[in-house]
DNA sequence: CGCGGGTTTGATGATGCTCAAGCCCGGTGG
DNA sequence: CCACCGGGCTTGAGCATCATCAAACCCGCG
């Protein structure tokens, strides 16, 4: 149950037998069914979600009612409005199931006592947040500079797992296009393997 | 020359005295003259920089040599390619300095040492990390779901004194339109607002 | 005074969006 | 087990936004 949670924590910092035991204890484990939501827009974020297996998916909704997908969370993840998490106030984010998974919740109280009382804990989550940074730093520069083809070519690099495994019109709404256009750029890459 | 600073870290931990004292130790004052580069594409970033005064900003340059602007740094900003900072390769951004400039500059090896010596400033470090984080997302939503003039104008309410103080065309290249269109934008909106 | 970078303006064109319709496929109920 | 329904993917035509290219303009600085 916490094993995939156990790794990724090792691949940053380094816990004895007893500092892992400890840590497990501050986590609620969760399984989630496809559709289920584990938040929505208004209500407050009030815990982080590591992801053990599944996918689960982040997105805004716009004036118009259209939904922009800010993350995809697949096995090993993490997931959550972290501004909302932080500050308590409502969130502007959905998060929701995409497959059938299991999750490990974290409530921000249950954070605090952890990184007291096992303080390698606070430097893995500044190693994750560092990480997350650089990861959309890269986006956004990639959103602003590139083409919706380079865009999607450099995904499908990047995280061809991700591309695999989820509806490609909520792949468009990562990438910021629109289904339609996302279809024509797989149809002319795909006829312009073939030749 | 420290005051900024302590001032930003106040916000967020509370140190005493002698920890401030340290704090400081660690610190590389260094005053910069515009058009001074802080970090060169290809070059690994040995510090990350908090600016006292002045203005920074990071860039990177695509295949056809394009300009694309990361981020600006105004007094009490910290700056850096994190990227090539923690992994200690090379860099793919540049910052240059767009106003003279005092910064204060910390080695890896000072950071590590740092927050060591005064376990609070890793909590202060991470909180700067989420911060940065909850920034980004909300620019990589709003450049993905809104319009060019949309954009400018969430730029304007959110970092008004960024828009007076750098020059038009850098302004553009962070919001990821030509300067042309940014130029009309602004004709757009003034002969609006007369009417 | 003249140079030069930055901004403006105009004309044209490409990329990606909108709207609308058809298609494919998997799930559901008869 | 088959027929039907519906969601998602595809395709097409027309259109909006923004980019490109080119030229003029403005203004601070040498």
Redesign the pocket.
């Known amino acids: 149950m916490y094993q995939v949670l156990l790794e990724s924590i090792h691949t940053k910092v380094h816990l004895t037998e007893a500092e892992q035991q400890l840590c497990q204890s501050f986590f609620v484990p969760e399984t989630l069914h496809r559709r289920q939501f584990l938040l929505q827009e208004g209500d407050v974020c009030r815990h982080i979600a590591f992801v053990e297996s599944g996918v689960l998916r982040s997105y805004t909704l716009d004036a ?1 009612g ?1 939904e922009h997908v800010v993350q995809f969370a697949l096995e090993g993840w993490w997931i959550s409005d972290n501004y909302s998490f932080l500050t308590g106030e409502p969130s502007t984010f959905n998060i929701d199931v995409l497959e059938d998974s299991a999750v490990l919740l974290l409530t921000k109280d249950a954070m605090d006592e952890l990184v007291l009382q096992v303080p390698k804990m606070e430097r893995y989550f500044r190693l994750l947040m560092q990480n997350s940074l650089i990861a959309l730093q890269r986006r956004l520069v990639s959103s602003l500079s ?6 999607y070519l450099k995904l499908i690099q990047t995280y061809p797992t991700i591309v695999q495994r ?7 709404s990562y ?13 002319q890459l ?1 006829t312009q393997h073939r030749l």
């Open positions: 118009k259209g590139n083409t919706a083809e380079e865009k989820v509806p490609q019109h909520m792949i468009a990438l910021g296009i629109t289904p339609e256009t996302l279809s024509r750029i797989r149809r795909a």
